[in-house]
């Protein structure tokens, strides 16, 4: 959302990008040991898209079930916040929003530079 040199249709272009990201999320937390089925997950980016999804799960006050759920299999690098936090999202979202991601990481000591 901050970067101005990106044009409208590369910013839809990335959001496409980010929806198959945010599916991959959900395809990979499956391959864990034990598997993570986030049925709910899925259905939100089926419903609202990839970029609503992780914005809505950033706006809520406590992380979402499934941060937990990935953080207690050691999988934080499958967490939405840790997807938000890669260079190539970051014209998708605020200056606000990456920054409650890395809390919500730093929160249970996962750092990211």
Do not use: C
């Not at 990008?17 to 864990?32: P, R, V």
């Not at 299999?73 to 499958?78: E, Q």
Request: charged share 35%; aromatic share 10%.
């Amino acid at each position: 959302m901050e970067d101005i040199n990106v044009t409208d249709q590369e910013r839809l272009i990335l959001g496409e990008q980010f929806d198959l990201e945010m599916k991959k999320i959900y395809e990979d937390a499956k391959k864990l040991k034990p598997p993570y089925y986030a049925n709910d997950f899925l259905k939100m980016i089926n419903r609202d898209g990839g970029i609503k999804t992780a914005q809505k799960l950033l706006l809520a006050i406590k992380p979402a079930k499934g941060f937990t759920e990935l953080w207690e299999r050691k999988a934080l690098h499958l967490s939405v916040e840790y997807l938000v936090l890669q260079d190539k999202w970051k014209p998708l979202f605020s200056d606000e929003q990456r920054i409650k991601a890395r809390k919500n990481l730093r929160d249970v000591h996962f750092f990211i530079d």
